[in-house]
T-cell receptor, first 112, second 114 residues
Framework: DGGITQSPKYLFRKEGQNVTLSCEQN?????MYWYRQDPGQGLRLIYY???????QKGDIAEGYSVSREKKESFPLTVTSAQKNPTAFYLC???????????FGEGSWLTVV | GESVGLHLPTLSVQEGDNSIINCAYS??????FIWYKQESGKGPQFIID???NMDKRQGQRVTVLLNKTVKHLSLQIAATQPGDSAVYFC???WGGGSQGNLIFGKGTKLSVKP
């Protein structure tokens, strides 16, 4: 099946720990994105990548890092510098930036 | 979309009725708009899109209307079903931003009563 796969679905992080969320797509899309969603809020862009080996900060990049070594993969690391990381994280892709974005099923991150 | 803090606007409709969900977009230069449906705990799903050279576009049971004069977008769902219960939000692309990406509204929660 074509689509975007995020893992894990649920993740618990201890304070001071870095965690990495995986995102893989087999849609042959050039652009990939990470969004954060808090309860009752809209989507906020963390990072995006328009092409392999290139990525740009979004509106709330502080405390996060990404890599784009392969077209299919865009992992997001939530670092200990992110003071309020508990949220629902959504990975997405599009054939190119600005076109329709398709989303994965999301990952829930909770700090314990 | 409108900012309402932690509480989303809610639309409650009877099963079988038509639903109209509204969205006010922010930039008059936006030229592409999308509606998404998000069920609880899941990722958003694409429903329908429209470009700024159109006023109306129809899909299966859904219609999107675009009024550029007042920067307003609406999603009409015909014969609403319990499976339509979800949060619906619009997105706009004005292409001229530093990122050229979509800007998302906060959403409206649709609740369908059987």
């Amino acid at each position: 099946d074509g689509g975007i796969t995020q893992s894990p679905k649920y993740l618990f992080r201890k304070e001071g720990q870095n965690v990495t969320l995986s995102c893989e797509q087999n849609l042959n899309h050039d652009a990939m994105y990470w969004y954060r969603q808090d309860p009752g809020q809209g989507l906020r862009l963390i990072y995006y990548s328009q092409i392999v080996n290139d990525f740009q900060k979004g509106d709330i990049a502080e405390g996060y890092s990404v890599s784009r070594e392969k077209k299919e993969s865009f992992p997001l690391t939530v670092t200990s510098a992110q003071k309020n990381p508990t949220a629902f994280y959504l990975c997405a892709s599009s054939d190119r930036a600005g076109n329709t974005i398709y989303f994965g099923e999301g990952s829930w991150l909770t700090v314990v | 979309g409108e900012s309402v803090g932690l509480h989303l606007p809610t639309l409650s409709v009877q099963e079988g009725d038509n639903s109209i969900i509204n969205c006010a977009y922010s930039n008059s230069a936006s030229d592409y708009f999308i509606w998404y449906k998000q069920e609880s705990g899941k990722g958003p799903q694409f429903i329908i899109d429209i470009r700024s050279n159109m006023d109306k576009r129809q899909g299966q049971r859904v219609t999107v209307l675009l009024n550029k004069t007042v920067k307003h977008l609406s999603l009409q769902i015909a014969a609403t079903q319990p499976g339509d219960s979800a949060v619906y939000f619009c997105a706009e692309n004005w292409g001229g931003g530093s990122q050229g990406n979509l800007i998302f509204g906060k959403g409206t929660k649709l609740s369908v009563k059987p």
